[in-house]
């Protein structure tokens, strides 16, 4: 487990903008959950050493943000905004309507290891609510007709 040349130099210019190398952990991590899928010990372990600062301080920041998985997920991540917009618009029902379709609950992943599925807070989009994301393409407006679409192309 490890990065390649090329993952090494673009965590070089990620430092370089930085005048602390311990600014540049968040990006960091980010690049190493892409990579690795998520945060694990070794991976905190090994962020650690590249970035000289202590397991526990790069533990304390995946712990303290849910945007770092602290588990295994799909390979398909959906998020579905509940907060105030989008539950006015059937984010509630949408959320409950995909845990049925995938027979998973809230940061479970699929047997098959296709999906996972996380009920967010707020995803920052509220003038286009309901708002879903998967990995990092956002999709606004989304009816369940539209979320059934969208999930059945993936399989």
């Known amino acids: 487990m490890e990065f390649s040349l ?28 892409k990579k690795f899928g998520w945060i694990s010990n070794e ?19 995946v712990s303290f943000y849910t945007m770092y998985f602290k588990k295994p997920m799909g390979k398909y991540h959906i998020q579905v905004c509940t907060n105030v917009s989008c539950m006015l618009n059937e984010g509630e029902l949408i959320f409950e309507h ?16 296709k999906f996972s599925l996380e009920e ?21 407006k989304v009816s369940i007709a539209q979320v059934d679409e969208i999930i059945d192309r993936l399989k």
């Open 6 to 33: 090329e993952e090494l130099k673009n965590i070089d210019e990620i430092k370089s903008h930085y005048p602390e190398t311990k600014a540049a952990l968040m990006p960091v991590l980010w690049l190493a959950q």
């Open 43 to 61: 991976v905190i372990e090994y962020v650690a050493s590249l970035l000289n600062l202590s397991e526990s301080h790069v533990k304390g920041v």
């Open 120 to 140: 967010v807070e707020c995803i920052g989009a509220c003038g286009g609510a309901p708002v879903i994301a998967i990995n990092e393409d956002y999709y606004e």
């Open 98 to 113: 995909i845990s049925e379709k995938l027979g998973i609950k809230d940061m479970e992943r699929s047997a098959d290891g």
